[in-house]
């Protein structure tokens, strides 16, 4: 008899610990590397039956014009150690860590992961991202090595490693009976790893056995061409960008084609993306609240920070809250390795501050209130907490997301909203799971067997 | 008279214990060793024994080539699992200077620290033979050319560590600054093979710097703050000077009928440190002997789950007036001060 599955919402949190979202200044902000506030959010999450916690990677400080970045939240711990570090204090929510294959040997990566999926007992995930930025190459033994254009073809050949490594060891390689066995390990069982191209190349014997869930959970979060194809070839779950309907339904559309081209069935890849959700009691205070959020996340002397980058040069005796500077900007275009600017907008600056000034005239915006508009959107969800669910309960029925991860302006404040009052009328809905069926996150994913 | 405590007992944790042939007398599969509850028992036995410091052997390649342990689960996050669930014993994993990445290797015993509240410690591992070359697609470095990676490594390590100062988070709410970039430093380090320009991701370990553990032979001096050194005690110019003792005890059998034992699988070789091979009362007495001559000791129990009992129950216990108790931080549990940070120093 087969049997209609209701599909469910799977919830993750992505804590980047860097970058203007978080409002730190609010007494209510848990500080920033106590690990006792990664404990607790850990365990918060788990009561809410959540499938994940993410944690963002940097490898280098973030500067503006030379100088360290000052107005954000900055400084973390090493993903994978943190984790480490959670998955002592928590039984059931996975871990997931963001590493970068451009500056991190392949055996080295795939065995500090293979140990905190083994210490978690299945619960690990690797959300694999890619960079051919030089400026960060400053801190790695070889510098600005990989070509912009070979950036994923690094990724692939370092994952697929990765994996090889991984299923090393066979299923059975203990010795049926260890106390008299002639050898720790059944010989045979235990094969050595070569890869010899010009992107990876090292000699390796896998040190562990298959976890629970048989390897961590590969997360992908790359929406161009190369990430698109990566996620198609190899990753359980994308951490994509786009949560609009249309958008979202277009891009699942093009995953699930790509899945076909690799002979994936459609089912086997989890669509979340980020999103950030501000709850109210009405829908006119979330409005209110989601309003709040963007001014505090654009304080005046962010504003004026944003603008400097754009203009090259010092703008802090501006008022933010006064117009636009009249002063012209330098003619060098944006450095966008620095952390803090998109790759979109490496050229075209002048035009973008005339549409600015065009806009900051015909609407009488201040400096801050210019950059609110500019520097920051809208969070794609807000409402109460039935609301959201209401709309959240049809994205996952129409298949556009599996769920989302979510990315918090406040911790743990929005997240303790979201678990006590949003999670609840999601489950009101039939959309979410009223208790953790399974122990690994493979599970929690409702993932086949890897 | 009761002589001030000075002894620091530490202990090293890895696998099954570390005579190879040890898996087989641990009455447990050989697959048990590499899942958190074994890490988890075997620290947490080390905790309430008193040790000050629990310390996790590794290399990139497996333990044993041959019949014995192939597998082992890598040192760093071992000792980060334990962090929430310890309160009083330092924790130092063996992270690589010559198979890593400086920066990764300092950002990761930075989160150590961070996650322990200062318990966090570094035993330098220079593995370079060819396989552990090989696993970053290298070729063993010459002896000349280890040694000035090893410095280089832990220096630049250091130096990261210093790159934030204690007060750089200000956390200014008038001025929207959540730190002062003034005092956030780039360390332009400069090894022979590899340059970094931080700085670190991380704020600065509480304490200040992690405690660095080096065998003695590598030289390092005041680069470490601790030197492990073997049955010559030979000398070292590091703050600390710990001796290496490997222990088989009177348990059921006698310590040299399990000895024998356990040679009979697999010959245990003798690596330099001192063996002690016998009762519990006469380590006690080996132990006061070399309270005034090193600054602690570093047990190697043969059989983790035969010996480590025994030196909890009997060991340590007789040297209670002797041995150092565990501190806030390892720091504290050593005796060492808190290292002024280089640029706070320069700057100010």
Partial sequence: MSRIQQRRLHLGVFFTGVGPQTLWADPRSAPQMAIETFVDLARLLERGLFDAFFL????????????????????????????????????????????????NYPADLARRLAALDLLSDGRAGWNIVTTDNAWTGENFRHGGWLPHDRRYERATQFVEAAKALWAGWEPDWEPADEGRAKSWSRPGAIETVERGTDLVEFTATPTVPASRQ????????????????????????????????????AYAADLRARLARHDRAPDSLRILPGASVVLGDTPAEAEEKAAWVRREQVTGPRALSYFEQYWGTDLSAYDPDGPLPDIEPTDAELDPSRGTISIERRTGKRALIDRWRQRAAAENLSIRELAIEVSSSRPPFVGTPGQVADVWARYVRERVVDGFNLLPYLVPQALTDVVERLVPELQDRGVYRTEYEGTTLREHLELGPA | MTPSPRLSLAVELDGDGAHPAAWRHSGRPPGAVLGGAAVRAAVHGAEQAGFVLATFADSPVPPSSGLDAAGRLEAGTRAAFVATTTSRIGLAPTLQVATTEPFHLATQLAALDHATHGRGGWVVGTANDPAAAATIGATPLAPADLDRETRDVVDTARALWDSWEDDAVIKDVATGR????????????????????????????????????????????????????????????????????????????????????????????????????????????????????????????????VDLPILADRVLPALAALRRSPGRTLRESLGLPRPVNRFAASVR
Avoid: K
Wanted: hydrophobic share 45%; glycine share 10%; aromatic share 4%.
């Fill in chain 1, 214 to 249: 048989g390897r961590p959970v590969l997360f992908q979060a790359g929406d161009s061409e190369g990430g698109r194809e990566l996620a198609a070839r190899h990753a359980d779950v994308v951490f994509s960008a786009h949560t609009a309907v249309e958008p979202a339904a």
């Fill in chain 1, 56 to 103: 963002g990677e940097g490898l280098r400080v973030r500067e503006n014009r030379g100088r360290v970045h000052d107005l954000d939240v900055a400084g973390r711990p090493d993903a994978i150690t943190q984790l480490a570090a959670l998955a002592g204090a928590t039984e059931r929510i996975g871990l997931v860590a963001t590493q970068n294959t451009t500056y």
């Fill in chain 2, 178 to 305: 959540y730190l002062d970039p003034d005092r956030v430093h780039h360390v332009d380090a400069v090894g022979a093979r590899f340059t970094v320009r931080g700085p670190l991701i991380t704020p600065r370990p509480p304490q200040g710097q992690l405690v660095v553990l080096a065998d003695a032979r590598l030289g390092l001096g005041g680069l470490a703050d601790v030197s492990l050194v073997r049955a010559d005690l030979a000398a070292a110019d590091s703050p600390l000077r710990f001796v290496e003792v490997e222990v088989v005890l009177d348990a059921e059998e006698p310590a040299v009928d399990r000895l024998a034992a356990l040679d009979a699988d697999t010959v245990w070789e003798p690596s330099g440190a001192l063996r002690h091979v016998g009762s519990a009362d006469a380590l006690v007495t080996l132990l006061r002997e070399l309270a005034g001559v090193v600054d602690g000791v570093r047990f190697h129990p043969a059989v983790q789950a």
